[in-house]
């Protein structure tokens, strides 16, 4: 798939800055009040604008949301190469750790997608695929350094492991795990299961 537009701006006679403004706001309130609670209302007191300019500009709540989050980009990935497959996984897991705006955005959104087919879009886009393509890249740069054997079972599970448990971890405990907990992880059910030398 290609890699996803950038966000188109809306057509107004809003600054770039302003806009950019009143996607934090829609941003902060995802991730303080979740999807279902956030309102064209509150956008609009938060960003300090009408109601009606956010409807002209952006039709509704759904399409706000997906604009702001398209306004974001897509996660990083590619740079995260340390070495070894060890340091990758661990890289990769904590990218964002201490970004609680996020993590709530996040959780919000995730909740949301099911719902919502565009917002499920938006996430796959972002998140999802740039995420399965950088552990697949961690992988195959693995194999290559003979870190790992090429037909190892595990391997075609490794995002699903390492993200599974991040998701799994957060919803119980209702905060995100920290580094200490993801290296613990990694070492004890990821590198094993993959059949990883460390």
């Known amino acids: 798939m290609s890699a996803p537009k950038p966000a ?9 800055e302003r806009i950019g403004e009143l996607y934090d706001a ?18 609009a007191a938060r960003a300090r604008t009408s109601k009606m300019t956010l409807y002209r ?4 709540k759904t399409e706000l949301v997906a604009s702001a989050l398209r306004h974001i980009g897509p996660i990083p990935g590619d740079e995260f190469d340390t070495g070894t497959l060890r340091g990758d996984l661990v890289a990769l897991a904590t990218r964002g750790a201490g970004e609680q705006r996020d993590v709530g955005v996040f959780r919000a959104m995730n909740e949301a997608a099911s719902r919502e087919p565009v917002l499920h879009q938006v996430l796959r886009e972002l ?14 740069r693995a194999v290559a350094r003979g870190e ?8 075609e599970f490794t995002t699903y492991m390492v993200m599974g448990a ?25 590198l094993p299961a993959l059949g990883a030398c460390r």
């Not at 057509?11 to 770039?16: A, E, I, L, N, Y």
């Not at 500009?57 to 509704?60: F, I, K, T, V």
Request: charged content about 20%.
């Open 8 to 16: 188109a701006l809306p057509r107004s006679r809003m600054t770039p």
């Open 26 to 43: 829609v941003l902060e309130l995802l991730a303080d009040v979740g999807y279902e609670a956030l309102t064209i209302d509150a956008v």
């Open 57 to 60: 500009q952006w039709g509704g």
């Open 127 to 140: 998140i999802f695929e740039p995420t399965q393509r950088a552990f697949q890249a961690a992988v195959a």
């Open 148 to 155: 790992l054997v090429a037909d190892a079972p595990a391997i």
């Open 166 to 190: 991040i998701t799994t971890f957060a919803t119980i405990e209702d905060r995100q795990p920290d580094q200490e907990f993801i290296v613990r992880y990694i070492d004890a059910a990821v």
